[in-house]
Structures are given as C-alpha cells and as structure tokens.
C-alpha cells in the first residue's frame, strides 16, 4: 500500500470521516498539527497519527495538555 507523508485537509477529511470545514477547525485550534508548504496547508502522516491515537484515548483538546504533562496537577 502507498502512503503519503503529507495530506492536503479534503484528504485528511476523508481519511477520519470529518467535514473539511471541520478539519480546518482542529487544524486552527492546534488539537491537528498542520503546516504551509507555499500556499498549501498539509497535515503529516504522524500528525494524523498522533491525533488519531489522542481522540481513542478520549483527549480532546482542552485535555491534551494533561495527558501529555499530568505531574502539573500532581504538584497542587
């Protein structure tokens, strides 16, 4: 099977089964690492692949920080 490194967002849309628009969303919130390449936005292979493995755990974007850094809240 051939796998690209980099998705352009209608890609990554239908790769995770979301609208475009929705896409651009996660993209800007920073829940899906993107990156202009010119005038292009892509998303990585392992962006994807990151994110994909943060929504199975059920983290969402206001919980990545704590998945990611838990002795934070250990420390109060």
């Given at each position: ?18 609208s ?21 936005r ?22 990545r ?12």
């Open positions: 099977m051939n796998h690209k490194l980099a998705y352009r967002p209608e890609e990554v849309a239908e790769l995770l089964g979301l475009r628009s929705k896409v651009y969303e996660i993209m800007n919130s920073g829940e899906l690492h993107s990156y202009k390449d010119g005038k292009r892509l998303c990585s292979l392992s962006a994807l692949v990151k994110y994909q493995e943060l929504k199975e755990r059920g983290c969402g974007a206001g919980e920080q704590r998945a990611v850094s838990p002795t934070k809240e250990m420390t109060q």
